[in-house]
């Protein structure tokens, strides 16, 4: 546990039963406005792990930031024990510029640990990895989809990693998906600093859906529970059913171009055969179905207007893993 002492960000302390909010500010706007980034602090005094929680890795992933700030603006962010660190937007250049990349061109999600005199983005990634991940324990790092790419929501973890899914039970978003971690990833440079980390997806890039603002809230709070860390004054919403473990799962691509119109599937359990949507031309030329190639949850969506002959368009899981592996 690391919360038995002062910890120190960017220069600052914050003592046990302390609350501090700390702008990090690597660099400014090309007008030479200074770009804060909020970093908030909230300590018990009562000894305890590290939380945090995170969102807007990549500026264009609204959802993954109004979960953090409703757990701000609801207090669930003050612990009973330990410490919660909340980091609302953590590229706030793409934030600004409603873009999943830096100003640079590279995605954040990417250059992990970074470089203290790399590129901008490896700046930043330099400054998480050295300053917070070292005080942290425990992360879930909220996402959305990207480019119209509806998902349901869903914790992504690495397999055979016995913590990491008990973290994944406790969190009981409806679906969680085994995924290795990619290289040069936060997920990846955090777990070699022993930081276990979920990361959750929901939604699609610059949109708020609530009822997926409401899965990773109520997610994070049950993650909080299981640590003893959340205040009992906070009710807590259980699911109707225990989470859906998915091991393996396949992308569907659309097999000619047209306008894409998607039956809203996403989040529901569907028969071989069933239609998923339909592709047509905008002239009344022809009708073009896209169905299910087997019986499988629909997990990601593709909600653009228009779709192009191999664009990505759903994706379905193929084996549903035991949970009790």
């Known amino acids: 546990m690391k919360n038995s002492k002062e910890i120190t960000i960017l ?34 005094k009562i000894d305890g792990p590290t939380v945090l929680f995170s969102a807007g890795i990549h500026g264009d992933e609204i959802n993954g930031i109004e979960i953090v700030r409703q ?22 250049f793409g934030f600004i510029n409603k873009s999943r990349e830096f ?37 879930v790092d909220f996402h959305a989809g990207g480019a119209s790419r509806f998902n349901a929501p869903q914790i992504r973890l690495a397999p055979n990693n016995d913590e990491l899914k008990t973290l994944a039970d406790a969190f009981n978003a409806p679906f969680t998906l085994f995924s290795k971690n990619i290289g040069g990833s ?44 959340l205040d009992p004054k906070h ?16 992308w569907i691509r659309a097999k000619c171009s047209g306008l894409l119109h998607d039956n809203g599937k996403v ?16 002239f009344g030329k022809f009708v073009r179905k896209i169905k299910a190639p087997h ?18 368009v759903y994706h379905i899981s193929k084996k549903i893993a035991d949970a009790t592996e």
């Open 103 to 139: 100003p640079d061109g590279r995605d954040l999600n990417r250059v992990f640990p970074g470089s203290k005199k790399g590129s901008l983005a490896s700046r930043f990634a330099y400054h998480i990895l050295t300053e917070i991940m070292p005080h942290v324990d425990y992360a």
């Open 186 to 229: 936060f997920r990846n440079a955090s777990q070699k600093l022993n930081v276990k980390m979920l990361l959750f997806e929901g939604g699609k890039s610059l949109d708020i859906n609530y009822p997926v603002a409401d899965a990773g809230t109520d997610g994070a709070k049950r993650i909080l529970r299981h640590l003893e860390m």
């Open 295 to 312: 019986d499988g949850y629909v997990i990601n969506a593709n909600q653009a207007p228009i779709a192009y002959q191999g664009d990505a």
């Open 267 to 282: 989040g529901s359990f569907v028969d071989k055969g069933t239609v998923l949507a339909t592709i047509t031309d905008p």
């Open 11 to 44: 220069g600052q302390s914050i003592l046990p039963g302390e609350s501090k909010t700390i702008n990090m500010e690597i660099a400014k706007l090309h007008n030479t406005t200074k770009l804060k980034i909020p970093i908030i602090v909230q300590r018990s």
């Open 71 to 92: 757990l701000i603006i609801r207090k669930i962010n003050k612990p009973k024990r330990g410490t919660i660190i909340c980091i609302p937007v953590i590229n706030m």
């Open 235 to 250: 009710e807590i919403k259980e699911p109707s059913q225990k989470t859906i473990y998915i091991e393996r799962s396949v």
